[in-house]
């Protein structure tokens, strides 16, 4: 399946170049890599290169994104970028209804196989709800919500032309 390079352009649409907003707990951002999480790296010398390497080794690989079909990998991208590598799995094996233990293992990615194969829309809306229901309950859904829910609804968008005829 393979679809990063496609998935890091929505995600990089998304995120945006250097910000530093005194609410966000992640601190300076650029292309969405916050000091926060990377406390070592020189944020405001990254370049777009060296974020996609972030990307593809700290957010899609741990999800599996290339064992998914196209608009789900790219939720699960999403996700994993906003929410967390291991919240996005938990959500989607919640829809999914097999055991959440956060990692997207065989049985996780046939069940996402299956659920996509049976009813792509409902699969790709389902994750997209449990995404905003966790949203709901973040301390700083207030500041950042509706920034967060425009986001989900624009890349629902594409994953959804992605997964129809």
Known sequence: ??????CIKVIL???????????DPGGITKYGISQRAYPNLDIQSLTLEDAEALYQRDYWAPINGDDFPAGLSLLLFDCAVN????????????VLEVDIDGIPGPKTQAA???????????TLIAFCAERALRYEFNRNEETFGRGWYRRLFRV?????SWSTP
């Open 1 to 6: 399946m393979g679809h990063f390079n496609d």
């Open 13 to 23: 649409s998304e995120e945006g170049e250097l910000s530093h907003h005194r609410r």
């Open 83 to 94: 929410q967390g590598q291991a919240t996005a799995v938990k959500l989607l094996q919640t």
């Open 112 to 122: 996402a196989l299956a659920a996509m194969h049976r009813s792509p829309i409902h």
């Open 156 to 160: 629902y968008d594409i994953a959804r």
